[in-house]
């Protein structure tokens, strides 16, 4: 089941399935490491979010989460 | 003597690329600046075993994909594109150990430029905390580069470090990760369709790049047919099932996992560090807020209790130079251009530095230590309401103290426009400097007698939410029209907390000193000289005397008299005591003795008024005459006008300038409001504030509105940009005065219209 990136839950992992949006926004989440085949946690949901990339923490907007799909992880 | 080489330091942000820069090159540092964009690198020197080393430190990024004019600097550099600098013969990759799969990213788009690199892995004690262990020879044969493990915050390894740098200076540049075979050709064949001189890994990422710089900066070289060519390009490799941007993505991260998988082994269990322990509390939304406002507390705390004698100690500098320089000289317009206007000028550069110094030392300890980045994301929802992200709010909460460095602040917000957005409304949060003009106005119209005693106080809130709800409406607009653009991709790192290293903390509170000193500092003296100059000449009255030689005899006169008119003043005050009982009556003044009385008073005031004259008769003055139909809708008379203008360059100078104008001489505009000024202070600003009283209530609509007016002229002080050197930063921190320019038109348009609004409610209410 693919969802936006906001609505998985705190705590969550997800495998990052596609990046949509412009090219430019595609591009530099590719780069800080959010790309098809990434595994995801979401430390903190909301309008400001914190994300676990690879044991590296992000924060970004929730509205801009929602152009990310992703396949949650059971466990 | 080996020849000098040039090496490029590279990184992501939090690599610890500054913490490297000065380790290698130590004290031997300057900022280079380039035309047109506002980015600064710093260059450095060392020499290792006879070779001169030059160090360019380049901006922190996450890739080489140049998003802006700022951001292609580097590029630009890297290639050997920029006049200034000559190509670097050797670049160096600088990536976090705990880190490695993203950093590397850079790592192999900097092994497409043709220029030797070396790998330099920082922070390998974290890495080894965390159970982490490499094979660095494995690493280096499988990117094709030298890489050594280095501990920059200790100097771990910077001797392997140099030795690799010297050795890799004049060899074969490496190759990056191979791209699919569609890619090269149709990047081949775009090339020929250009001129030559274009290298071919600008080429390479004018294709990648979608909407990037290098994409718009060909399309205006070759115009539309270039753009048609990139189109075509773009569709070809999306058939041939290697579409752009997420072709480099999978090229590089693939050479990537394989280079870290030959190399490092991982713990099973990633382990739980300190820095996610300490962020569980810290980016709470309740804990973390509250953290937070007490660190900005003790902050702001900090910075007004270790400033304040620092900045009476210039102060009063300024003032033993003055009274030595007038001393040492006589009267005249060149001393009074030393006193006035040089001395006053420069102390009013060298007053603002505590303030700068002490906050870019708690935003160097904040930013090296981590938090910063997280005081950013607590703070991002506030902000994202106004067009604006968490970054924004430390030089916006800074401005309240002195919107000089809150711009200076602004330095943390890689976003361009964002950046801008916030310099451009720092200036309307309520600085300190603001404080007397408020206490003043409010202290001679809103706490009269009679007036309920809570309002003082509701006023001068309201006078500070003028500024917390402008500036933010301000940005929004600003976003929305001047400054709109795609939506700033807001992704921010949050790094592992770090000790912040005493040296570097040292560091940036001293550039930031001596940026403002040196840059802003010329402008502020000069606005100050200027308006010096416009309230002192013409210095002649229309007798063709000289004003200066009156007011200064004038004042021989009253201190010559000075024991005579205190005894008559003492023994008149005496005479109107009641006796007590029992006591025969005090002994009354004569009528000789009353007449030389009131002369005596009159003459120690004639000093006050002859200033007056002349600051009235001065260029400064007779504008304010002409202009008065232009004060008039806010209430005011053209002395309020004077004043105003007068306190362009910087707008404490009200208080100073409105004692001058109404007669009663120079009033000190630190006495307003400080219980410890002395009695003499005091007595002046009572008197300014009596004088002002009177004066209005001469004046038909004064005197009837002296409310409205009051408010109207604090109204136009909130929101104005009374300030030389807020605009000289400005102007610094934008490199262009396009922007100061901007600022100060809108301002000083919005603090007319709050004025005006201001007065003319004002005036209806009352009736």
């Known amino acids: 089941m693919l969802v936006p990136l906001d609505m998985v839950r705190a705590g969550e992992w997800a495998d990052v ?13 590719a780069e800080l490491g959010i790309r098809q085949g990434s595994r995801v946690q979401v430390v903190q949901p909301g309008a400001t979010c914190l994300l676990n990339v690879a044991g590296c923490k992000l924060c970004l907007r929730g509205g801009e989460c929602s152009q990310i799909l992703v396949r949650p992880v059971a466990g | 003597m080996a020849d000098p080489i040039t090496v490029a330091l590279v990184g992501n942000p939090n690599a610890g690329k500054s913490t490297l820069f000065n380790a290698l090159s130590g004290l031997r540092q300057r900022i280079g600046n380039y035309p047109g964009v506002t980015v600064e690198m710093t260059k450095g020197e060392f020499s290792a075993d006879g070779t001169t080393v030059s160090l360019i430190d380049l901006p922190g990024t996450y890739s080489l994909a ?35 799969d993203r950093h590397l990213y850079l790592t192999s788009q900097l092994l497409d430029l043709g220029v030797p690199v070396v790998v330099a892995v920082n922070m390998i004690d974290a890495a080894a905390a965390q159970g982490l262990t490499f094979n660095y020879a494995k690493l280096s044969e499988s990117l094709g580069v030298p890489v050594v493990p280095i501990q920059a915050n200790n100097g771990t390894g ?63 070289r070759y115009g539309a047919r270039l753009k048609s060519a990139l189109i075509g390009a773009r569709d070809k490799l ?154 924004s709010f430390i030089p916006m909460l800074s401005s309240v103290a002195c919107a000089i460095p809150g711009v200076m602040a602004a330095r943390v917000i890689e976003n361009r426009r964002d950046r801008l957005a916030t310099i451009l409304v720092a200036p309307l949060m309520s600085c300190s400097a603001r404080l007397p003009v408020y206490i003043l106005l409010i202290g001679a119209f809103i706490a009269r007698p009679g007036s309920p005693g809570w309002l003082p106080g509701v006023v001068l809130f309201a006078m500070y939410m003028i500024g917390f709800t402008v500036a933010p409406l301000v940005a929004l607009a600003l976003k929305r029209t001047l400054l709109r653009g795609a939506p700033p991709v807001f992704v921010m790192e949050l790094p592992n907390y770090r000790r912040p290293k005493f040296t570097s903390v040292l560091r940036r509170m001293g550039g930031a ?11 502020i003296l000069m606005a100050m000289i200027l308006v010096w100059a416009a309230l002192y000449f013409p210095f002649t009255d229309a007798n063709g005397e000289s004003y200066p030689e009156r007011v200064e005899k004038a004042e021989d006169a009253v201190k010559e008299n000075a024991e005579k008119l205190n005894a008559l003043k003492e023994k008149d005050e005496k005479s109107k005591e009641e006796p007590a009982e029992g006591e025969p009556a005090p002994p009354q003044l004569t009528d000789d003795e009353k007449a030389e009385l009131e002369k005596l008073e009159e003459a120690a005031a004639l000093p006050d008024k002859l200033n007056g004259e002349w600051k009235r008769g001065s260029a400064l003055g007779r504008v304010g005459l002409w202009m008065e139909p232009v004060f ?21 100078v009200i208080v100073g300038t409105f004692g001058i104008l109404y007669d009663v001489g120079e009033v ?13 202070a005091k007595e002046k600003v009572a008197g300014l504030t009596k004088a002002v009283q009177d004066d209005w ?36 921190e934008t490199g262009s005065w396009l922007w100061p320019s901007f600022t100060f038109v809108y301002m000083t348009a919005l603090a007319y219209v709050g004025a005006f609004l201001t007065f003319q409610i004002g005036r209806f209410i009352v009736g």
Request: one cysteine or more.
């Open chain 1, 17 to 29: 399935e596609e990046v949509t949006g412009q090219a430019d926004w595609v591009g530099r989440l």
């Open chain 2, 66 to 100: 140049a998003r802006s004019p700022d951001e292609m600097v580097a590029v630009d550099l890297l290639l050997g594109r920029r006049p200034e600098e000559p190509r670097p013969s050797v670049v160096v990759s600088i990536v976090d150990a705990t880190n490695l």
């Open chain 2, 158 to 220: 910077l001797a392997q470090l140099t030795t690799a740098i010297r050795t890799a200076a004049g060899q074969t540049a490496p190759h990056g990760p191979a791209f699919p075979v569609a890619f090269d050709q149709v990047a081949e064949q775009l090339q020929k369709e250009l001129s030559d001189e274009i290298p071919t890994f600008l080429v390479r990422r004018a294709i990648i790049d979608i909407g990037g710089y290098t994409e718009q900066w060909l399309i205006e």
């Open chain 2, 238 to 391: 999306a058939t041939a099932g290697h579409a752009v941007p997420g072709v480099e993505a999978r090229t590089r991260f693939a050479w990537v996992r394989t280079a870290v998988a030959a190399a490092v082994t991982k713990p099973a269990v990633r382990p739980v560090t300190w820095t996610d322990r300490i962020d569980n509390v810290l980016t709470n939304r309740v804990w973390g807020t509250l953290v937070f406002l007490l660190v900005m507390f003790l902050m702001f705390q900090s910075i007004f209790l270790w400033a304040k004698p620092l900045m009476d100690l210039i102060g009063s500098g300024q003032d033993t130079v003055a009274k030595g320089v007038e001393g040492a000289m006589p009267s005249g317009p060149l001393r009074a251009l030393l006193v006035d206007g040089i001395i006053k000028g420069v102390g009013g550069v060298l007053v603002f530095l505590p303030q700068i110094m002490i906050l870019f030392g708690f935003i160097a300890v904040l930013e090296d230590c981590g938090y910063m980045a997280r005081a950013a994301f607590l703070m991002d929802r506030v902000m994202s309401r106004c067009g604006l992200s968490g970054k």
């Open chain 2, 513 to 523: 000193g001596w940026a403002f000193t040196l840059r802003a500092g010329t402008i």
């Open chain 2, 632 to 652: 008039k809708p806010l209430g005011w008379d053209w002395k309020i006008g004077v004043a105003a203008m007068a306190s362009f360059p910087a707008r404490e």
């Open chain 2, 668 to 680: 000190d505009t630190k006495a307003i409001g400080n219980k410890n000024a002395d009695a003499e």
């Open chain 2, 697 to 732: 209530s001469k004046d038909p609509v004064r005197g009837k509105y002296g409310v409205p007016v009051a408010l109207s002229i604090m109204v136009f002080f909130a929101l104005c940009c009374q300030c030389a050197a807020t605009l000289a930063v400005i102007k610094r």
